[in-house]
């Protein structure tokens, strides 16, 4: 579907959104596009990436790919430099990416898979914070939205990793709204339910996966935070 120009929320606005090679990120990056925005589609795997950009090029929407590997968290903070020279402005993060880590006992766990899960699910989107925090700030009216999960609530057996780094995440990512509460930015979290992806697979393989909401059924909640009418900030929001 492509919109008339009058109509598009986002039009104009540059949007840099990771795990944007499928799932949630994906049809987040697709419909910013839709919706005007160019896209910095930011993702482990090339090949993926150009499919998604080719479903937005399709589409009538322009993208960048930005192949990266954010478990390489010290190698973060270039990101910030790249999009400031290429684009000079940064108007939504989508801090999307995330794994599922081993489901098994903490004192069990495997320490490797331990420090890799906080460091995709929680150090990485630290390490996006201070590398774009300039360029969000700078924008007339920047906007932060990261991914949580139920797990970092529900205390249950075996998420340990998971649910650690989620929930590390959400009390980041909300003194970081309290920091940023008296500027144009607003920052906030979705907590997207049970939804038809990967990761919900790796983590209940035995469920029927047609029987969940696709990502697509997300993707408004996704634009009413990223818009620049958009005044909240702080929560977590739960997006079905």
């Known amino acids: 579907m492509n919109l008339s120009k009058n109509t598009r929320r986002l039009d104009g606005r540059v949007a840099l959104v990771t795990g944007a ?6 049809a987040v990056a697709e419909a910013f596009a839709r919706e005007g925005a160019h896209v910095i589609l930011l993702a ?13 090029r399709a589409a009538g929407g322009s993208a960048t790919l930005l192949p990266f590997d954010l478990a390489e968290n010290k190698k973060i903070s270039g990101i910030g ?5 290429r684009f000079r402005r940064l108007d939504i993060l989508v801090g999307n990416a995330g794994i599922l ?10 320490p490797k898979v331990f420090d890799n899960t906080f460091k995709v699910n929680f ?14 700030r700078g924008s007339d009216a920047g906007r932060a939205i990261f991914v949580t999960s139920a797990a970092a609530h529900q205390h249950a057996p075996f998420w340990g990793a998971h649910a650690a780094a989620k929930a590390a995440l959400e009390r980041m990512v909300e003194t970081y709204a309290a920091e940023t509460a008296f500027s144009p930015l607003k920052v906030n979290i979705i907590d997207p339910g049970a939804v038809r992806t990967q990761l919900r697979a790796e983590a209940f393989p035995a469920e ?27 929560r977590i929001i739960a997006a079905a």
């Open 44 to 56: 482990r795997t090339q090949g993926a990436l150009e499919e998604v950009d080719d479903k937005i």
């Open 81 to 85: 430099p790249v999009i400031a020279e």
């Open 21 to 26: 090679s499928r799932g949630i990120g994906a």
């Open 123 to 136: 150090f990485a989107n630290y390490h996006l914070i201070r590398a774009l925090d300039p360029l969000l």
């Open 208 to 234: 029927n996966a047609e029987a969940l909401p696709a990502p697509e059924t997300l993707v408004e909640r996704f634009i009413e935070l990223a818009s620049p009418g958009h005044t909240d900030t702080g």
């Open 101 to 110: 880590g081993d489901l098994s006992p903490v004192a069990m766990s495997d």
